[in-house]
Every structure is written in structure tokens, then in C-alpha cells.
């Protein structure tokens, strides 16, 4: 029998990494993952630099400590401000939000004209706006960037489908109409729950899942590392995730259900400062 290989971390600033989390068990079924959300901590959105290079780190060595083969920085805060922090520290291969959510926005978009939503923190380093345009040649390319902090709490309220959640919306992205963006960007953890909110305001937007492109992304970079796990059999596993939180929120199994679709029974609470 061959040895089983070790498992993906993915860390996030709470529980908004479990969006990504379940894109990566969606393209990657036969992985096994250890999430950590630094729930005592979050939101890292609006939050300085500094204070997210420390947290990123602490969460990075975390996994490192579990033997992990690959680390995924769900959080687009920490994938905009830390990665590099990140890199810096990890021996193991890290794969951030932008890159793969940028390279699949620039094959959608036809009329290069690209929208970005994310944290304050995330808008206001530039990230994506920078890796969007050092990645084209199109001198026509515009990019337009906008922070939409309040959708985080209230997709953490459930708020999903909400009257005041289309009111924030529109609020928020209507502007990208006169732009004429025909992609957008959904560079924040939480805002893949509200794809049917948003696109009610921009119809003909395609949306861009930075999740669901980490997961694909990562699908051939372990595979062309060799280190994918086998497949054992025809029949797909039940999810094979170990969950670790900083603190209990009191709703977390609710917030979990929503984003991942499934129950979360067992959670170990961890404390990453101080070490
Ligand atoms: N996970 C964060 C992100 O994707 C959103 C929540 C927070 O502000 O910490 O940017």
C-alpha cells in the first residue's frame, strides 16, 4: 500500500475560509485538509499591515507544526498583505487568492475592463489592482477597484438572500454599471454566499470565485509535484477536514453549515500567540 501523502492547511482570518474550503473539496475530494480560522481575531479586514504579517505568520507556523504539504491562504486580506510573510516562513508550497482569481479574470474578461470588492485592507494594498495590470499587455485595461466591508458581517448574520444585504449592494456595486465592467472580482471570502445578490445588480458581470480557482490551481500544482493523494476508490470520501479555531464564536456551526454545506461536529481550539 502506498504511504499516505500529508495534508493541505488552509488558514483564514475566521470562518470565511470555509468558502474556499469547500470549492477545495469540491475539485480535491480525496484530500485530507486542517483549516484554521483565527477567530479570536478576526476581522483581519480592517486591521494595519503589521498587525496582519503577525497574525498571517502565527497562523502559517501553525500548519507548518502539522506536517502539512501545501498551505492555502483563503483570506484575501493576508493573500494581499502578508503572502510574502507567508512565503517567507513556509517550507512547504503556499498558493494565495489573487494569482489564480487574476489569471481567470483576465482570460473572462472581454472588454478588459475588470471590477475588484474586497476588505478595506485588501482594496487599499493595491494587490489586485497591481497583479491585474503587470499581467497584461492590453494597454486598454482598466481596473476599478471598490472595499465593500460591510458584506462580511452580513453574511455572518445569515443575511444572504436579505432585503438589507441588496439595499448594502447596491449601495456598493451599482457604480460598476456606468464602468461597464463585464468581470468582477469577488476578492473577499464571504462574497461568493452573495453571487445571487450581486448578479441580481450585475446581470451580465461574470463573477470570479478566487476559491474555486485556488482549488483548481492547486489541483495542478500537486499534481505536477506528485504529491496528489490517490484515489482509493470509485466512490467519492466524505469530507476528511480537521477544524481549528483561536476562539468559539457562538454561531459557528451555523455560519459553518452555511458555507460549507455540511455539519461541523469537531473543532479544536488553539491559541497561536505567544508561542
Ligand atoms: N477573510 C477575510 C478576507 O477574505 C474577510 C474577513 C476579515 O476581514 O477578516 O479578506
Known amino acids: 500500500m502506498k504511504e499516505e501523502k500529508s495534508k493541505i492547511g488552509i488558514f483564514d482570518s475566521g470562518v470565511g475560509g470555509l468558502s474556499v474550503l469547500k470549492q477545495f473539496i469540491k475539485y480535491l475530494p480525496f484530500e485530507s485538509y486542517i483549516y484554521l480560522g483565527d477567530t479570536a481575531r478576526v476581522p483581519y479586514g480592517n486591521k494595519s499591515s ?4 503577525k497574525y498571517a505568520k502565527e497562523c502559517t507556523e501553525f500548519l507548518l ?13 493576508v493573500s494581499s498583505v502578508a503572502l510574502e510573510e507567508v512565503e517567507k516562513v ?18 473572462a474578461s472581454r472588454n478588459k475592463r475588470i471590477g ?5 485592507a485588501t ?32 453574511v455572518e448574520e445569515g443575511f ?14 451599482s457604480d460598476f454599471l456606468e464602468m ?46 506528485k504529491l496528489l493523494q490517490e484515489e482509493k476508490d470509485n466512490f467519492l470520501p466524505s469530507p476528511n477536514v480537521e477544524f481549528y479555531l483561536t476562539d468559539m464564536p457562538m454561531n459557528f456551526k451555523e455560519i459553518a453549515k452555511t458555507f460549507l454545506g455540511f455539519e461541523v461536529d469537531k473543532i479544536e481550539i488553539v491559541n497561536l500567540s505567544g508561542k
Open 116 to 120: 475588484v470588492i474586497g476588505t478595506r
Open 90 to 107: 513556509s517550507a512547504v508550497p503556499v498558493v494565495g487568492m489573487i494569482r489564480p482569481a487574476t489569471k481567470s479574470a483576465l482570460i
Open 65 to 77: 507544526s502539522k506536517n502539512v504539504k501545501l498551505i492555502v491562504v483563503a483570506c484575501h486580506t
Open 160 to 173: 444572504i438572500n436579505h432585503s438589507a444585504t441588496k439595499l448594502v449592494a447596491n449601495e456598493y456595486l
Open 180 to 225: 461597464n465592467i463585464d468581470t468582477l472580482i469577488l476578492g473577499c471570502t464571504h462574497y461568493p454566499l452573495l453571487t445571487k445578490v450581486i448578479k441580481e445588480i450585475l446581470p451580465d458581470v461574470e463573477l470570479i470565485d478566487a476559491g474555486e480557482q485556488a482549488a483548481i490551481f492547486s489541483l495542478r500544482l500537486l499534481a505536477e509535484n
Open 123 to 154: 482594496i487599499a494594498s493595491n494587490a489586485y489592482q497591481d497583479y491585474i495590470t503587470q499581467n497584461s499587455y492590453n494597454s486598454e485595461l482598466r481596473v476599478f477597484a471598490k472595499p465593500c466591508p460591510l458584506f462580511v458581517p452580513l
Open 50 to 53: 503589521e498587525t496582519i504579517k
